[in-house]
Nanobody, 121 residues
Framework: VQLQASGGGLVQAWGSLRLSCAAS????????MGWFRQAPGKEREFVVA????????WYADSVKGRFTISRDNSKNTLYLQMNDLKPQDTAVYYC???????????????WGQGTVVTVSS
């Protein structure tokens, strides 16, 4: 399985970006897909997860109400719509696939290469 994240870039505060994560292999109904981010000098942190089958979601408090995760089963693609971006959202964003309903990076087996999001003030 390969995950290819894209859509990052430079945006001003309060702007929006949409990240995509295309999976080369099939995403099964039992899989959990997540977005994580890692800012310079910080540990990788959980952003949001989605159950591929049910579509149920779990957001980190820091992004709740601003970010929206979605999926397109037919395209095997995961999305992250990010609105009202803040400078503290600046990070490398990673998509990942796992099987546990978890916010721990160690519970996710497959990772994309990351896409850089920079929010200027």
């Amino acid at each position: 399985v390969q995950l290819q994240a894209s859509g990052g870039g430079l945006v001003q505060a309060w702007g929006s970006l949409r990240l995509s994560c295309a999976a080369s292999g099939r995403i099964l109904s039992s899989h959990i897909m997540g977005w994580f981010r890692q800012a310079p000098g910080k540990e990788r942190e959980f952003v949001v997860a989605i159950r591929w089958s049910r579509g149920s979601t779990w957001y980190a408090d820091s992004v709740k109400g601003r970010f929206t995760i979605s999926r397109d089963n037919s395209k095997n693609t995961l999305y992250l719509q990010m609105n009202d971006l803040k400078p503290q959202d600046t990070a490398v964003y990673y998509c990942a696939r796992g099987t546990d309903w978890s916010k721990l990076p160690s519970d996710y087996t497959y990772w994309g290469q990351g896409t850089v999001v920079t929010v200027s003030s």
